[in-house]
């Protein structure tokens, strides 16, 4: 018997239509945007479908249209696949908290509404710092430590072998880059984003986040979800709580996450979402396992036939 996980995507994954398919294809998949609309307020669903991009791309509407639309692939997902069974949930920074509400530790309304905050909050602290974030290619993390150290930069997201993203302040960037380069970086990206991501130049954020945590009711998981910061799975309310909050400054353990599920014999992992950047950091992990996706009508209709099968 195949052990199971499912993967939630991260902020950077939105894209203008995405979920439009799945919500004009299913009664119960439209039910989740207009519910989703209703719980803030907002016509979050138009944002999606429609744009414009520069609205999409905000932190604040980004955050949660990719939590509703990696929602709604997963619950059409088990609606397609009733026998789905998964042990196992993880998320890519934004996507921890769909995954954490995809194993029951809190409703679908409080997490959309927390992620919708949290991704105001994150706003707020870009707005008010000159931060910045660059994606190296071909250079591992003891090197990229010594980069960090003497460029004044931070680790962000350790996501698989050779792609690891620095952050920090926007002028510490280009030099960080150089550096990597210097040392034997194939490629150094400047990366377009609002700010400094997973640094400490976003700790304005943490205490609004836990003051809104705190007002969330979380229930200890069914099944295991591993944290960013940890690499481990989460343990009850109040640790989830901690962990939540330190991941906004802290870098993503991506890979040790991964390896810790392959560890436990995990061997199919589906990501739900917009795009596929897990399913490619996964090949880079390990190729051995297997890896589905569901974005859209075509990749779930896929991922329903490699089930069945």
Known sequence: MKKTALLFAGQGAQVVGMGRDLAGASASAKAWFDRANAALGYDLTSI????????????????????????????????RVPALSFEATAGLSLGEF?????????????????VRQRGRFMQEACAATQGGMAAIIGLGEAAMREVCAEAGAVLANLNCPGQLVISGAIEKMAPACA?????????????????????PLMSSAQPKLQAELARVTLMPPKIQVIANVTGQPH??????????????????????????????GFTRFIELGPGRALSGFMKRIDKAVQILNVEDLASLEATAKALAG
Do not use: D, N
């Open 235 to 264: 343990g009850g309310p109040e640790a989830i709580r901690a962990r939540l909050v330190e991941q906004v400054t802290s870098p993503v353990r991506w890979e040790e996450s991964m390896r810790y599920l392959i560890a436990e």
């Open 48 to 79: 999606c479908f429609k744009g414009p991009e520069p609205e999409l791309t905000k932190t604040e509407h980004a955050q949660p249209g990719i939590f509703l639309v990696s929602w709604a692939a997963f619950e059409l997902l088990k609606e």
């Open 179 to 199: 550096l990597a380069k210097a040392k034997g970086a194939v490629r150094a990206l400047p990366l377009t984003v609002a700010g400094a991501y997973h640094s």
């Open 98 to 114: 769909t995954a954490l509400t995809a194993a029951r530790a809190m409703s679908f309304e409080e997490g959309l509404k927390v």
